[in-house]
């Protein structure tokens, strides 16, 4: 009945709707301002329905997302659930991928023990040091999180739980890119997101983006980012932006979707059903079915998916002749300012990934052929010869030999193990 080829899915479920125990001024999803009332979970037994509906079209790997809100209220018992749910399909041959997006501040030891048994990836909130995450991410009362936040990381790291960290790079922290790595490197913090502050609170996909940033405050960030970042041509922190970047160098698909060149299948689907797009776009124009409703094929082939897919191509012309169209794709439309005239325009930070882009470029080659040379000596060691030259190369480039890696290897040898 399964296809043997891998058909994947993304599924960013708002487990909670918008319900949060933190009242972080900026958010754009919660809206009970960290006081949590009448608390309305999604129901296990949609999530299974909406795992049958995806198996039923041949998706054969299903990564839920899930998120908020705050998704640790929706509490433990759910998603003991909610796995068991999942187990029962793994039996017919379905690989579930679990992330979830947190405050952190409800992390108890038995989260964590439940993150690690069942493989969750745990991407936790965190603004920087208790100085700057605490002006911004608060409770009710205005009290700050980051005691909490750090415990909850503390009983992820006992239990050896895989999690990132995930930073909004707002008025407080824009100009403290230093400050911020300093402290990440000081907490051994491996992997690490930083996500540019927006409002989108109106939902209305018709609208631009209000940003808290400018585009010079955002570039100059990541330049100083970057700087930590590089480490000598070997960076030991993986910075998502960066790592995004470095796959281009690398001949190699980019993971995050505002760099690819089109929008991902990762449908956001709410407690009662609602589907879109992705959650910039829940909007009732973009709206393409329910899952308790509508067959599966029908939410997909929805007309609303299909204006959403044309508008991540639908590049400008200044994106059309830009030198890092390759690396940029346009970034993501919802942050392509809306002229009154309708016209195609940028992504309102195209600035500071130009300015980024030129400023790591030389540095970048650097860093992509110090791990070319570690494939080409892992190649090696395995007992393999040196192509001919008008083989294909083995970086993956698609390119001969004698246009890709040849020059590097004969300029590389040593490090290489060849003499
Ligand atoms: S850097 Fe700017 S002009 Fe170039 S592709 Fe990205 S958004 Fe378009
Ligand atoms: S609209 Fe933007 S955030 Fe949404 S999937 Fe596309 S690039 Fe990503
Ligand atoms: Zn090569």
Redesign the pocket.
Same mark, same amino acid.
């Given at each position: 009945m399964f296809s043997d080829i891998n058909k994947s899915i993304g599924l960013m479920v708002k487990t909670v709707e918008e319900a949060c125990n933190l009242a972080c001024d900026y958010c754009y999803y919660s809206r009970c301002g960290g006081l949590v009332k009448d608390l309305s979970t999604i129901d296990v037994d949609l999530v299974d329905v909406i795992i049958k509906k995806t198996i039923s079209e041949g998706y054969n790997i299903i990564n839920f997302v899930w998120q908020g809100g705050e998704p640790l209220l929706a509490g433990l018992d759910f998603f003991e659930r909610v796995m068991a749910s999942q187990k029962k399909y793994s039996k017919q041959g379905i690989t579930f991928t679990n992330a979830l997006q947190t405050n952190g501040t409800l992390i108890t030891k038995r989260w964590a023990i439940f993150f690690k048994k069942y493989g969750v990836i745990v991407g936790v909130s965190l603004d920087g040091t208790e100085e700057i995450n605490d002006k911004r991410r608060v409770d009710a009362a205005g009290r700050g999180s980051y005691n909490r936040v750090m415990k909850g990381i503390n009983y992820l790291r006992e239990e050896g739980v895989a999690f990132n960290v995930l930073t909004v790079v707002n008025q407080e922290n824009v100009d403290r890119a230093d400050d911020l790595m300093t402290f990440f490197e000081e907490q051994s913090f491996g992997f690490i997101q930083f996500l540019p502050c927006m409002d989108f609170s109106s939902h209305d996909a018709s609208q631009p983006g209000v940003y808290e940033i400018t585009p010079k405050q955002y570039g100059d960030f990541l330049c100083d980012l970057f700087d930590h970042w590089f480490n000598e041509g070997h960076p030991n922190t993986s910075i998502r932006f960066f790592e995004n970047m470095l796959a281009f160098y690398l001949n190699r698909q980019p993971t995050v @979707?505002?760099q690819l060149d089109k929008?991902?299948l990762?449908l956001l689907i709410e407690p009662n059903g609602d589907v879109y797009p992705?959650d910039?776009?829940i909007d009732e124009e973009y709206r393409m079915g329910n899952m308790l409703e509508d067959c599966f094929t029908d939410i997909i082939q929805h007309d609303h998916y299909k204006k959403f897919q044309q508008?991540?191509p639908a590049l400008s012309d200044a994106c059309q002749s830009c030198e890092y169209q390759g690396l940029c794709n346009g970034g @993501?439309?919802?942050n392509r300012v809306l002229g009154s005239s309708k016209d195609k325009s940028q992504d309102y930070f195209c600035e500071s990934y130009k300015q980024v882009y030129k400023y790591a470029d030389q540095r970048m080659r650097v860093v992509a052929e110090n791990i070319k040379i570690v494939w080409w000596k892992d190649y090696l060691a395995r007992g393999n010869n040196l192509p001919n030259r008008n083989d294909q190369c083995i970086c993956g480039s698609g390119k001969k030999y004698k246009k890709c890696c040849m020059d590097m290897v004969a300029s590389e040898t040593e490090k290489i193990g060849l003499k």
């Open positions: @979707c505002i929008c991902p990762n992705c910039f776009y508008l991540k @993501c439309p919802r």
